[in-house]
């Protein structure tokens, strides 16, 4: 509805804000990092990208995180169904409880695995003696992304079961599908779209995460230093531009997951 006639001022000035107010905020740090790295030439930016120990740990970053995105799908579609569908004792409970790594800061994560699965740990301890190791290794990187991106495709997938038209379930049931068969065939491609974002954002999300996996990892270059532990690792170092180069591909990585979701949109709402 529109409250003006003719010229409405408040649309260039309310979008000018807005432009204003991310400049400092979004824009010019982003643009700070693609400025820096290739302010020295292009070839010093493939140098340092291709070196070694940043190849290694990009690709550390990314399977870790594809096996913490695999679980965290899985596990969603499952306790959103679960949830969804039943009513019982210490249901609310359980959607706080895993809604709750959302809130708890990522130091405190990676602490509470180390004091769980860690060589003296809870857990860790039982396992010493048979010389299994869980954390200091790419295992406990999986571990980390798994408990610190838990609920976002849960978060995602729960609300479309929530909502959604249970009339075609039923209709299969009465023609005689199993319960299996309607899942597969009926539920399951109603949930596309949300199953796509939500693994999207748990990757991204993943890739990312910095705070419990330099706590589990132990932070060792070429065998479990992932790419924001790298970056880390070469700024101590006072090597600006080999932690740059990592911090541009990343950057690009988070926005074209985000140019997908925003792109797709229109195939992923599709029922």
Not at 61 to 73: D, E, K, Q
Not at 131 to 155: D, E, K, S
Not at 179 to 208: D, E, K, M, N, Y
Request: proline share 4%; hydrophobic share 60%.
């Amino acid at each position: 509805m529109r409250h003006v006639r003719g010229f409405d001022v408040a649309r260039p000035l309310s979008i000018g804000m807005l432009v204003f107010m991310m400049l400092p905020l979004v824009f010019l740090p982003l643009a700070s990092i693609f400025i820096f790295g290739t302010s020295n030439g292009l070839d010093k930016f493939w140098a340092a990208l291709t070196a070694p120990e940043a190849v290694f740990a990009l690709k550390l970053s990314m399977a870790t995180s594809f096996w913490a995105t695999l679980f965290n799908v899985l596990f969603g579609l499952f306790a959103a169904y679960v949830l969804s569908r039943y009513n019982f004792l210490g249901r609310n409970a359980l959607i706080v409880t895993i809604s709750l790594p959302t809130a708890i800061p990522t130091a405190v994560a990676g602490f509470a695995l180390l004091l769980l699965w860690g060589p003296y740990g809870t857990l860790g301890r039982f396992l010493a003696p048979h010389g299994v190791q869980l954390m200091f290794t790419a295992g406990a990187i999986i571990l980390a992304n798994i408990f610190v991106t838990f609920p976002l495709a849960f978060g995602v997938i729960k609300p479309v079961f929530d909502t959604m038209n249970r009339s075609l379930e039923e209709a299969s049931a009465t023609i005689g599908a199993t319960r299996w068969q309607t899942f597969w065939h009926v539920t399951l491609p109603s949930l596309r779209g949300a199953i796509v974002s939500g693994a999207l954002l748990t990757f991204a999300r993943a890739v990312g995460e910095f705070g419990s996996t330099i706590l589990v990892s132990g932070n060792l270059a070429g065998r479990t230093q992932t790419a924001p532990l790298y970056i880390f690792a070469k700024f101590n170092e006072g090597q600006i531009e080999a932690a740059n180069a990592i911090a541009i591909v990343l950057a690009l990585f988070s926005f074209l997951i985000f140019s997908v979701l925003f792109v797709a949109r229109d195939w992923l709402d599709v029922d």
